[in-house]
């Protein structure tokens, strides 16, 4: 997902050359090859090799188990809903106001800093033909430990 959507279809092949024959991983591939490489969702959309924004929906889940929290049961009425929603939004105009008076935005981990910046300079590799693209799918899911 990490890599030009001209060469995803290439790499997808590379990496079907490596895979071992037998049943269990050939249903796996053909799985992927049909859904995803060949199939119902469009490489734009599971792609994110262009991405400027989260690759990853871990901040809606953050939000969404402090909303639990907060609300304290499964099913609330909506009432007690909104009112939360309510709180939530003045919470966000407060940091809205404090960051356009210069406040600073709390910094990502630290081990997700670094998978960016490595993954930036693997991009740059990638653009000055230091690595070519079979280089740069394996170092990406090195990085991210797909491998």
């Known amino acids: 997902p990490l890599l030009p959507l001209d060469k995803v279809e290439d790499y997808w092949l590379h990496t079907l050359e490596d895979a071992p024959d037998r ?5 796996l591939t053909d799985y992927v090859t049909e859904t995803w490489i060949e199939g ?3 490489l734009p959309t599971w792609n994110h090799y262009q991405t400027e924004r989260p690759r990853t929906n ?11 929290k907060r609300v304290k049961t499964a099913h609330p009425n909506i009432y ?4 939360e ?4 939004q003045a919470a966000n105009k407060v940091k809205m106001v404090q960051y356009s008076a210069g406040g600073k935005k709390r910094k990502a981990m630290k081990k997700y ?5 490595k993954l930036q300079r693997l991009k740059t590799q990638l653009t000055s033909g230091e690595k070519n693209y079979i280089q740069y799918g394996d170092s990406a899911s090195y990085i991210l430990k797909l491998d």
């Open 23 to 27: 049943e269990d991983c050939t249903k």
């Open 40 to 42: 119902r969702f469009p």
């Open 58 to 68: 871990n901040h809606l889940e953050g939000w969404h188990n402090k909303l639990k």
């Open 80 to 83: 007690k809903i909104i009112e």
């Open 85 to 88: 929603f309510k709180k939530e």
């Open 113 to 117: 800093r670094d998978i960016e910046e």
